[in-house]
């Protein structure tokens, strides 16, 4: 289909504008320029019972910070752990914090929003690595929240989809912590820009080509590591035994394709998938609430899912 009509309304300006591409930016100018782009479109911050913010040891001697969203209630809650996008670079904690503050009310669960360190300052392996971290210390400490370990989802869209694709390996291969449920919001799961979403959306839909090549290089420490499942999860060999899976694309999304193929992929190998195309749309419409419908739709499918895999989680 086409354009939905806040989609083209959205691109028409920004193509439009004056601005230099994401490639021809500094770090900083990126940086600032999403936060500005997003003060608009993820609404305004609804009150939830609890916030906190705490700091975690890393495992190269660093910090991770949390910040913990607990809902009305009594509890104990289930848990999701959030990654944020942003191409590993971009985005911290005050930018997707509406947004977590919305999925801490619809879902009526505990939400830890992580502030992994960002490239090309902490490049791979350590954003993934400070992720496995959170959610290992989420797993053996929320209880004094009052959450649920036994109920507990990681969830990321674009590069924090990516950062929830291989956290759950990286507990598959080291032995825990045990998730229940990973949320992938048009995650990066490859490093190939050679499929046809990347041919047909590479110019003029938000996220194109050139700029993914920009994120690629600050993240990566060579051509290499484009092979590592632990940053392309779509190569690893083994996805049996993983948790089941929400995964989410858009029509018009150089993503579109490899999030596809990674769903397909974990369906190959046994594990329960629920895959939505939202047609007519781009990349990045979770953050956009106040403009896109489907960033509604897609919040009321995360309630659900985790419901149904929570009813069933011992």
């Not at 979770?286 to 739709?297: L, Q, S, V």
Request: charged share 25%.
């Amino acid at each position: 289909m086409g354009y939905q009509p806040a989609v083209k309304k959205l691109l028409d300006q920004i193509n439009s504008a004056d601005g230099k591409p994401i490639q021809e930016m500094t770090v900083e100018e990126n940086r600032e320029g999403l936060a500005a782009l997003y003060a608009d479109l993820v609404g305004e911050p609804q009150e939830v019972a609890k916030v906190e913010n705490t700091n975690i040891p890393a495992h190269d001697g660093g910090k991770v910070g949390l910040r913990i969203y607990t809902p009305e209630g009594n509890g104990p809650f289930p848990v999701l752990v959030f990654y944020h996008g942003g191409g590993w670079v971009l985005g911290d904690l005050d930018v997707v914090d509406p947004i977590m503050r919305q999925i801490t009310n619809e879902t009526a669960s505990i939400v830890v929003s992580v502030d992994y360190r960002l490239a090309p300052e902490h490049k791979f392996p350590v954003p993934a690595e400070d992720c496995y971290t959170a959610t290992k210390w989420v797993a053996e400490n929320i209880q004094k929240h009052n959450g649920d370990p036994k109920r507990l989802a990681v969830a990321g869209d674009s590069a924090g989809g990516n950062l929830a694709a291989v956290v759950p390996l990286m507990a598959k291969d080291r032995g825990g912590p045990a998730i229940s449920l990973q949320i992938l919001l048009y995650p990066v799961t490859n490093f190939d820009t050679t499929t046809t979403s990347y041919l047909e959306n590479g110019k003029g839909n938000y996220l194109e080509t050139d700029a993914m090549h920009w994120f690629n290089d600050q993240y990566l420490n060579s051509e290499e590591d484009k092979k590592n499942p632990y940053t392309a999860p779509l190569l690893a060999k083994d996805l049996s035994g993983l948790p089941p899976a929400l995964i989410f694309t858009a029509e018009y999304d150089v993503l579109r394709d490899e999030g596809e193929a990674y769903a397909q992929r974990l369906k190959e190998a046994g594990v329960s998938v629920e895959h939505t195309r939202f047609d007519g749309q781009i990349h990045g419409f979770f953050w956009m609430p106040t403009i896109m419908d489907d960033a509604h739709k897609a919040l009321a499918q995360i309630k659900k899912e985790m419901k149904k895999q929570f009813s069933a989680t011992v």
